[in-house]
């Protein structure tokens, strides 16, 4: 089946080959006479799916032995609320606000410990990532929040930074939710990782937590059990009833992740060849038009999140309905930030980038 290109910010497309074996196995599961919505979480058949997809999540990412993987709920915002009611036992935190995602996790986190705001890229409307050599930390803070790719701005950390060259001891607290999988995560830097499975990993429903066993077991005592990450940990992220179908599906991802090739590379190696080959591709099409325009810095531009927009505003109607006849579909930017946004997850081959490209420059030269 030839579906349209898909550019969606989140619940975002996925790999077809996912989503079709998916259907073939939705009334009977491997022979079991169940589906997979159908099954205890408690039973074998859930059970193996449930093994085989960490272990393969905890491969494709390199995750080390001394972190847990935990499969939870409630998604990014969640998090926002759930981290803090981990990690804050010193009573302060420290955030880097690099765009919306940041700033809403200072938020909610102000409601349980106090925060500290140690750089800021504002000033330069978020088209900038803060030199981490220029981060004010604080002292005894409990953790260092940075968001790691914004989703809304287009502002993606090439590289991560490596707090204890800079001094501070606290761990690194990242919200991957819009490029896990993406690219290598260099997991010496990390204390803790978190995302909503929405936009690299299959449905929503599902949030990826990543965590250094050091930092488990020091919740306060206010925290909900179903979130405190020493219980779901202990108990294999089924405390409560995980999100089994949504596991499923992200473990069919993890397997086509696998699957994948970029010459010699495989995994999210190759995954990290191709996003960057499909990224430049789009930049370079719209610093090469008279049409389109990318505000953020060029150092610090998102592979997987690219917003752009029109020089003449009043064409963007005309753009969307051009672009959904041509089959390239949801590129309407966020409403706190208008123009366009082409997200581009792993899902998304270089072919459909290409299509968009051709697409806008076509539209452009119907301007002149
Ligand atoms: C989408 C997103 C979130 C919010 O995720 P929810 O699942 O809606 O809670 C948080 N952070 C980032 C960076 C995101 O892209």
């Known amino acids: 089946m030839n579906r349209p290109f898909n550019f969606s910010a989140g619940p ?49 990412l ?50 349980y410990c106090s925060t500290q705001l140690i750089a800021s890229n504002e000033a330069s409307r978020h088209t900038e990532l803060p ?5 004010e930390f604080s002292q005894g803070a409990s953790y260092v929040h940075v968001c790691t790719n914004e989703t809304i701005d287009g502002v993606e950390f090439q590289t991560l930074p490596d707090l204890k060259a800079l001094g501070c001891d606290a761990p690194l607290v990242i919200d991957f939710s819009s490029h896990v999988a993406s690219r290598p995560v260099d997991w010496s830097r990390v204390g803790l990782a978190f995302g909503g499975a929405q936009k690299n990993l299959g449905p929503a429903g599902l949030t ?25 940990a202990d108990n294999n992220s089924m405390y409560n009833t995980p999100p089994t179908y949504s596991i499923y599906m992200a473990g069919l991802t993890f397997l086509w992740l696998k699957r994948q090739q970029e010459g010699s590379l495989s995994g999210i190696a190759a995954m990290a060849q191709r996003n960057l080959a499909k990224a430049t591709l789009l930049y370079q099409a719209i610093d090469n038009s008279t049409l389109y325009r990318n505000k953020v810095n060029k150092d610090c531009r998102s592979r997987m999140n690219v917003p752009f927009f029109l020089r003449d505003e009043s064409r963007n109607e005309a753009f969307l309905a051009g672009a959904k006849a041509a089959g390239l579909l949801q590129l309407k930017g966020h409403k706190s930030v208008g123009g366009m946004r082409a997200s581009i997850y792993n899902a998304m081959p270089l072919a459909g980038v290409q299509a968009l490209v051709d697409y806008m420059q076509a539209f452009e030269q119907k301007q002149v």
Not at 131 to 135: E, K, L, V
């Open 12 to 60: 975002a497309a996925m790999p077809q080959e996912v989503l079709e074996q998916a259907a073939s196995e939705m009334l009977d599961w491997h022979g079991s006479g169940m589906g997979v919505m159908e099954m205890s979480h408690r039973g074998q058949e859930f059970t193996s799916i449930y093994t085989q997809a960490e272990s393969d999540l905890r491969e494709l």
């Open 62 to 111: 390199a995750v080390p032995a001394n972190f847990k993987i935990l499969f939870m709920q409630g998604g990014g915002l969640a998090e926002n609320a759930i981290v803090p009611l981990n990690l804050s036992r010193a009573g302060k935190a420290d955030f880097v606000v690099t765009g919306s995602w940041s700033k809403k996790s200072l938020k909610e986190a102000a409601r």
């Open 131 to 135: 030199d981490p050599a220029s981060w």
């Open 208 to 232: 990826l937590v990543v965590v250094r066993e050091d930092l488990l077991g020091h919740a306060l005592g206010v925290c909900p059990s179903a979130f405190d990450y020493k219980t779901v």
